[in-house]
């Protein structure tokens, strides 16, 4: 039987939330199909992060090891990508869907022959045909879509599973891999680093975003302290993105970010559809807007009409008594 | 610098109601508006391509009454039952031996939200890219790139010829003025037959609306009162705090 390889990102120092999702998820259909599950992780320490990818379900990580990984210029992502899968011959290749990795997939469908499958809510593997649940169309509608290439390359929405550790212990192979700077097509030549985040949105518990009703600096510091009291990561909508207020980085909708934490708190956001296909999957949505017919009431478990800036300090005070 | 824009007509996502309104996908429009902003001073003109029915025309007039120059349409009537791979390789056999600076795409479709089809074209057409562009300039032999990727921008140097897939949020598209619109009307576009292309690789068999979310709770008052509500249900039923 052919095997399922799984593509681990690495931030921040630790193996993506999302990624091992992935790897649960695809843990599950190899057992379910009798293919072997492998792991690839690339970036400068990657064998440090091979026995948690082995607690997780991998039989066998491949690691490659080199700085210019930690970069995330696509070339190299792309070359390494292919060394491993040249060698494992995977049938399916499964990876979270992270700006990194979207940043290859098309390239690397295309260079190792592969179907794709982009962005999944869910997944499975049946008789050899790969079939998956995808939001389109702002997330209005969801297509049912199957793929009975011989290669498939699936990335999976971030919350769509969960990371589940199992008893087993996976086998490290380092993969030697040379590059040669000549070799980048597109230099990088700065990271601006903007989150300003200390928890990662796409993985966060709690996710306190703002739109165009939170106004100006007064209305962002009374969001920044309900997420330090909740412990959130902040997001936003692209409205008070545009206007410079929040950083690209925050964004959540189709343009930005899809989220799924336990709480979300969308104040003075209208829950226009474009918005709402980033965080419909949210456990809980607290609503706060003065307008009682906007669209965001539509998806709130608990909507509050009234004014933010009257809200807000009687809600963090209150909060930080109930959480004390 | 020569731009070769790749545009999509798709169905209105914003619409209430499916009124079976075509527009010209968002993330293209940008694509559109930053060639036409880096080349404000120049002499060199925009290309546009699309693949898609006979209909389609009206999405290519849209974006040539925005400033591009040129357009070739490739006519296609089924063209939603191809997946990006199948785009790519139409628009990669249509493209190859061209010889723009830069190839433009939207960073995804609006309609279904794959985000593939650039990164697919760059690497048939064997050239550098970026992806998700959040702005772009110009350089003396490329293109100048920012990026936006997970915990941050990236700004990456592009040589030429190059391609890069946009976002929305590198700029607000131009509203075409009456003089665009006009001109746009007088332009002859370049109408082509779409060669043979294989089975898609990928099939979409079937459509529905999400589950939804079960029905919440909507509280009005004062402030205060609201906040207490809110509270007790965090804590009792949401189990949330
Ligand atoms: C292709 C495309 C992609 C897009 N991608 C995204 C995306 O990724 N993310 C995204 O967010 N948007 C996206 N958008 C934009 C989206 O359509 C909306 O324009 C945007 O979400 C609106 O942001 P907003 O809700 O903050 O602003 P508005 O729609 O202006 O809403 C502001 C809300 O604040 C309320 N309000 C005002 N004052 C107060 C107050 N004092 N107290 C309480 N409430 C108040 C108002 O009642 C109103 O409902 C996209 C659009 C397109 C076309
Ligand atoms: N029918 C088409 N004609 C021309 N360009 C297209 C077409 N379909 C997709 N593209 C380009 O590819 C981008 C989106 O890729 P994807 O999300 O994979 O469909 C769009 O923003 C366009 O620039």
Redesign the pocket.
Known sequence: MKCILVVLSIQDGKIKRSSLEALTRAATIGEATSSPVHAVIMHSSAASFAAEAGSYGADTVFCLSDRIFDAHVNTPVLAGLTTVINQVDPKLIVAASTESIKDIAGALAIRIDAATLPDVASFDMVDGTVTCERPVM?AKMMAKTTSAHSRVLVTLRSGSYEAKASSGAGKMVEVPFEWDTNLLSATLKEIISTTGNTVDLSEAKVVV???????DAS?KALVDELASITGAAIG??????ETGLFPATA???????VVSPDLYF??????????V??MSNSRVIVA????AD???FDVATYGLV??????LPLLNDALRKALA | MKFCVCIKQVPD??ASVQTGRMVL???DASAVEQALVINENGTDEIDLILIGPASATETIRKALAMGASNATHIVMENVADLDSSAIAHLLAESLKGSNYDAILTGKQS?DSDSGLAGGMLAELLGIPYATNAVGMEATADGLLVTRQGDTGQEMLVLKAPCLVTCS??MNNPRIPSLKGIMGAKRTTINTVQAGPVGTPKTKVEKTFPPAGRAPGLKMEGEPEELVAQLITKLQQEAGAI
């Open positions: 702002a975003a703002a739109g165009r009703g939170v106004k209305g936003a909508s692209r409205a008070v993105v964004q959540i909708g189709q343009t930005g970010k969308a104040i003075g956001i209208s829950g226009a559809i474009q918005h296909a980033g706060i807007n003065k307008d906007a669209p965001i009234g004014d933010c800036f009257k809200i | 996502v914003q996908n968002a993330y609006q929305n949020d």
